[in-house]
């Protein structure tokens, strides 16, 4: 696996690590800031409406640049953002932070998987995505614990200043570590990467990645309640559970990783039954410690792990450029936003089993917009060439 692929996993971990800083550091922040806990909370939402709308307008901002160059010009952005957080005298500030960084980070991972597609076989490129998607899942695990760590002993500030370091160390090591790779001549125009999107196939790809992450998100944004209210589990605990969690997102996004290429859209199939019979078993036996575990640490495995095969699944059918790849990153925030938002709605109406139950919906209908795929089972096919691409043969390392 070529080296550049660890170092975009580095990148795309500084961001995530800063994407969920906040929902560890609340009532922190909420002190520093003079600003209510829901206000804090609006900052979340900020970040991720700031990722799915604005992502694609900077994705085309920066299509024109070699790919190392928009990376580190993305960087850029996304480090200026995080010291005004880490600086911020008011709500104001901090807001306008976070929709910067949200904003950075999303055409961040559409560059950076587009890149992945350049610099590796197109058979491998699932395993290449799964390595660069790590950054997002130990992001779970490492980052929001270690971040809020810092933030209880040194000030919420510290926090969104160490994210700043790690921003630094993954600018440096994409600098040397990522090969300089020129755009095609002729190829990659902004007319070629919008013209894909008149595919009708291409829209309901996306939706699938849409209910996927909308059905994971429907459950994990409420899992501290669930645990606590429902199964009975201590609040010192939950976190253990949480980091057990995290690590199940890491064994599964890497075993998806070496069956994305070859058999995508069984991958996706399989997870979406599983995540239903696991989502629908933790509603029906929250109450019960030792299943809800094993119900959460399912939905783990299932979950935000089939990345690797929907992004393989997207560029199959539309490409593998960066806009493409950005776009699909919104639908994905999309998928977070609605699992979260009704999640919220569903409890105040049914209870804290109804966002599990919310989950298991989302998942069969996730299910409905790969059956035709599934039916039609073609022979797999290597994904489209990037429109940007210019690595010479030998970039293209082997695994």
């Not at 291409?202 to 996927?212: D, M, R």
């Not at 917009?369 to 022979?379: G, N």
């Amino acid at each position: 696996m070529p080296r550049a692929v660890y170092v975009l996993a580095l990148g795309i971990f500084a961001m995530v690590t800063s994407e969920f800083v906040v929902a560890g550091l609340m009532p922190q922040m909420a002190d520093g800031l003079n600003a209510t806990i829901p206000q804090i909370g609006y900052l979340i939402t900020a970040f991720a409406v700031a990722m799915a709308a604005g992502g694609p307008f900077l994705t085309v901002a920066v299509m024109k640049l070699p790919p190392r160059t928009a990376l580190m010009a993305l960087f850029a952005i996304f480090l200026a953002g995080n010291v005004l957080a880490a600086t911020a005298s008011g709500y104001a500030t901090m807001m306008a932070a976070r929709i910067v960084t949200g904003i950075a980070s999303q055409a961040f991972f559409g560059v950076g998987i587009s890149l992945c597609a350049q610099i590796t076989r197109p058979e491998v490129r699932g395993r290449a995505i799964a390595v660069a998607m790590n950054g997002l899942m130990l992001g779970t695990l490492l980052g929001l614990p270690i971040s809020t760590l810092v933030g209880e002993h040194f000030g919420w500030r510290a926090a969104f200043w160490t994210i700043t370091l790690i921003t630094v160390i993954a600018a440096v090591a994409t600098l040397f570590g990522v090969p300089r790779i020129e755009r095609a001549q002729g190829g990659g125009s902004f007319r070629e990467e919008v013209g894909v999107f008149r595919k009708p196939r291409l829209w309901l790809v996306l939706s699938t990645s849409t209910l996927i992450i909308g059905a994971t998100f429907s459950a994990f944004s409420y899992f501290n309640p669930i645990l606590t209210d429902l199964a009975g589990f201590s609040a010192g605990t939950v976190p253990v559970l949480l980091i057990a969690y995290g690590a199940a997102t890491v064994v599964g996004n890497n075993v998806v990783g070496r069956f994305a290429d070859k058999h995508t859209v069984p991958v996706l199939a399989v997870g979406l039954v599983l995540n239903t019979v696991f989502l629908a078993g933790f509603a029906l036996l929250a109450d019960l410690p030792v299943p809800a575990i094993i119900c959460m640490m399912g939905i783990g495995l299932v979950g935000v792990t089939m990345n690797p095969a929907m992004a393989t699944r997207v560029q199959r059918t539309g490409n593998a450029g960066p806009l493409v790849n950005t776009v699909h990153s919104s639908f994905i925030t999309l998928g977070i936003i609605l699992g979260s938002s009704i999640g919220a709605v569903v409890i105040d109406v049914w209870g804290l089993r109804a966002p599990l139950w919310l989950g298991a919906v989302m998942a069969v209908a996730g299910l409905a917009t790969v059956l035709p795929d599934l039916a039609r089972r073609p022979a797999p096919e290597p994904a489209p060439a990037v429109p940007a691409a210019g690595a010479p043969a030998k970039q293209a390392e082997q695994v």
